[in-house]
């Protein structure tokens, strides 16, 4: 069962605060990554939550908060999405076109010391 409490202070820039609440006294840690909200959610002091926490020794407080939410609305389940992890995750693949064929290789013929795509290949100067 969700506990009431209230935005203590939230420090956007590194994602995680301090919420108040009469069940966690001295303050419970929360992050984030625990935010019930459906895409992003900006959170500030005042704000009224509800929130799931559990005892730790988080950053010198003895509770964090392990889900909360915006006490006027309903809780979103983050776990649903796609994916194995709550990180974002990207991929990015790279396909190049064939390089053009330079005229040694369409005549039939290299150069040593050259690469046969018309790059030059620079060799070590030997002893």
Known sequence: MAD???????NGDEGWGVIESARCPGGCWAHFSTAATAGEF???PGDP?????????????A?????????DREPVDRSTHSGTGAAYRSTLTLT???PEPT????AGRSSP?????????????GP
Do not use: K, M, N
């Open 113 to 125: 010391g050259r690469d046969t795509t018309g790059i030059a290949c620079v060799l070590p100067a």
């Open 103 to 106: 005229a040694h290789q369409q």
């Open 42 to 44: 900006a959170f500030s």
């Open 63 to 71: 509770y964090r908060a392990v889900r909360f939410w915006p006490a």
């Open 96 to 98: 190049f076109d064939p």
């Open 4 to 10: 009431p409490g209230t935005i203590r202070s939230w």
């Open 49 to 61: 939550v509800l929130l799931e926490w559990e005892p730790a020794d988080q950053d010198g407080y």
